[in-house]
């Protein structure tokens, strides 16, 4: 190889080299930060979501790609204060204003110039991501479809389909021999002979003492095993999952939107009840929301005709205790410091709630032996625990400790 083209096939890598890096860079610049988009994405569900969408129109024109059709500057002008922007006379800003009925936009004056980067980051990063699909409408009031589980189903009907296949070939067999033995009938003794000849007696075999003993074992075991699976679920109600009368949602409301539980559980941190919300905490938002996602109009405007007629809503009671038993929240929530979700499980994702704990008594008095008080800043249990640890009793103090196992602090 010359010379002349070695320097030459040198000199192209490294051509080859810097213009990939450029390209890379330039890609890498072009990026969507994360970080941001996802703030954008929150900034944009808390004040732009309830006009807008990315990919179609709603109360104000779809979003997609309006960094394309409008500068950084004039897009911050516009979210600060759009009618300062149609007051300057700018064109394109009074067409808009004009083609959408002259609905002014609300202004976010607050903004800052991150924040204002943030929300067109998120608008940028979901236009390139195109349309998501949107989820099927639910029709209100129609209760959710239960899934069955098939498989057990299909392996009983298997194993019943195998029996069957045994059996027969069992019949089949035994026929065969008996005919081969007939043949040979002469040559067989006396005994041998009663037996071949032996006709089946179903009569006989069902009044022998053998039979009914089996069957009456059976129907004893099966009869016992009902009435203690029975007497054990008797009041347990998990799972319970009842059609509401709206078909408000905490998945929505508790995880999209991230409302704090408290401010709708008024008493769950400081009372023995947690409450049931009122529709005047509702209307908070529903003077001004009036569409949802799932159910359009429909859904809202049945919590605005609860506000209006002044119609308690008549919400299905999911979590129950008999009036036996007694329970406060305070007491698990701020005293022992314990998360809702630890007994109430996952609600935030929950679409329509459920009771998630069996709300036995054995599940509360489990409970109680498994986990320590919370002594931190509690300065009644400073003295509970030096006693606790004179004693002979190891390990941590244990809500059983403080005697919420006796029977009285949980029965009247
Ligand atoms: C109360 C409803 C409402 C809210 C909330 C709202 N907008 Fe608007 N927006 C509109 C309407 C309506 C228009 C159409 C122009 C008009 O009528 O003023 C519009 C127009 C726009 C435009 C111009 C679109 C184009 O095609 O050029 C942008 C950009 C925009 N909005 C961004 C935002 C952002 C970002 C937020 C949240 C920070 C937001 N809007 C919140 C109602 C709203
Ligand atoms: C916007 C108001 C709101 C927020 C926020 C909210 N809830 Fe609820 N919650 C309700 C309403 C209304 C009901 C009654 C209707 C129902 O059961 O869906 C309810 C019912 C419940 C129930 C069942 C009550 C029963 O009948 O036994 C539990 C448990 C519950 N919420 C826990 C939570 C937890 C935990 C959070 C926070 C992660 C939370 N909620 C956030 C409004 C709210
Ligand atoms: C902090 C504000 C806020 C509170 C309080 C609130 N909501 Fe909502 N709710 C919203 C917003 C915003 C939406 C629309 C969500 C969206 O567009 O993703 C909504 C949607 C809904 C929907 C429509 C669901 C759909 O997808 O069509 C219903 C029904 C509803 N809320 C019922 C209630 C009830 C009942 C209460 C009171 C227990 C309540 N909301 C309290 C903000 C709130
Ligand atoms: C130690 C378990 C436990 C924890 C923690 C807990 N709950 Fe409960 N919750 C229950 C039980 C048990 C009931 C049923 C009470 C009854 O029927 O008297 C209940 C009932 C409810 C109800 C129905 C209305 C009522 O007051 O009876 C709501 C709403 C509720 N809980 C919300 C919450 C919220 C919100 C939190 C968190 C701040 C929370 N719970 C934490 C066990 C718990
Ligand atoms: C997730 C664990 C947990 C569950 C489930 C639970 N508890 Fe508790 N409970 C505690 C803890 C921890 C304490 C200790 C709180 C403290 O420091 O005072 C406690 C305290 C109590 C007390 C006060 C005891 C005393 O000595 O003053 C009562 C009453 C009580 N629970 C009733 C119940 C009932 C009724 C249930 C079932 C419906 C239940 N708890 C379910 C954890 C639980
Ligand atoms: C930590 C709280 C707690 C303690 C301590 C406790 N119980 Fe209970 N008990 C309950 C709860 C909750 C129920 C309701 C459970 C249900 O409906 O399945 C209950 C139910 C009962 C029932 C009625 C059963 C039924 O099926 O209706 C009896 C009887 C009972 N408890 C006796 C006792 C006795 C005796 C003690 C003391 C050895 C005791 N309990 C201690 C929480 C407790």
Redesign the pocket.
């Not at 709206?246 to 949602?249: A, E, K, N, R």
């Not at 949802?292 to 359009?296: C, K, M, V, Y």
């Given at each position: 190889m010359s010379k002349t083209s070695i320097s030459n096939l040198v000199s192209r890598l490294s051509l080859l080299i810097i213009l990939s890096f450029f390209f890379t860079t330039v890609r890498a610049d072009n990026a969507p930060d994360p970080g941001l988009v996802s703030k954008g994405e929150v900034l944009f569900k808390e004040n732009c979501?309830?006009c807008h969408a990315v990919h179609t129109q709603e109360v104000g024109p779809a979003l997609k790609d309006v960094t394309k059709r409008r500068d950084v500057k004039w897009l911050s002008a516009w979210i600060r204060n759009s009618s300062q922007v149609i007051a300057s006379g700018d064109k394109y800003a009074n067409d808009l204003y004009n083609k959408f009925g002259k609905s002014p936009m609300t202004s976010f004056s607050s903004f800052k110039d991150d924040e204002i980067k943030a929300v067109l980051a998120y608008i940028d990063a979901e236009s390139v991501k195109g349309p998501e699909k949107k989820e099927e409408k639910v029709v209100i009031g129609e209760p959710p479809v239960e899934k069955v589980d098939t498989t057990s189903t299909i392996i009983l009907i298997l194993v019943v389909v195998v029996l069957i296949l045994v059996l027969t070939t069992l019949i089949v067999f035994l026929s065969v021999i008996k005919r081969f033995l007939k043949d040979k009938e002469a040559t067989l003794t006396e005994a041998d002979k009663e037996l071949v000849n032996q006709k089946f007696d179903l009569v006989a075999v069902v009044k022998s003492k053998m039979f009914i003993t089996i069957v009456s074992l059976l129907f004893v075991t099966i009869a016992v095993r009902a009435c203690w699976l029975g007497a054990l679920s008797i009041g347990v109600e998990q799972n319970y999952e009842p059609v509401q009368p709206?078909?408000?949602?905490h998945k929505?409301?508790a995880g999209?939107?991230k409302?704090n539980c408290n401010?709708?559980h008024t008493g769950a941190y400081k009372s023995k009840q947690a409450n049931i919300?009122s529709?005047n905490?509702?209307m908070?938002?529903?003077t001004h929301?009036k569409e949802?996602?799932?159910?359009?109009a429909e859904?809202?405007a049945k919590?605005v005709k609860a506000y209006e007629t002044g119609a308690p809503i008549k919400w299905v009671r999911v979590h129950n205790l008999p009036d036996l038993a007694y329970f406060n929240h305070s007491q698990h929530t701020t005293v022992a410091g314990i998360e809702c979700q630890k007994c109430h499980g996952p609600i935030e994702e929950m679409e329509v709630v459920r009771q998630h704990s069996p709300l036995t008594m054995g599940w509360c008095i489990n409970c109680h032996r498994e986990t320590a008080v919370n002594s931190k800043d509690n300065a009644y249990y400073d003295k509970l625990l030096k006693v606790h640890a004179d004693s002979k009793k190891k390990g941590e103090m244990k809500a059983e400790d403080i005697g919420a196992i006796d029977c009285s602090k949980c029965h009247y």
């Open positions: 979501k309830t709206i078909p408000f949602s929505q409301h999209e939107m409302i401010y709708c919300p529709v905490i509702c908070n938002c529903h929301v949802g996602p799932r159910f359009g859904g809202i919590v």
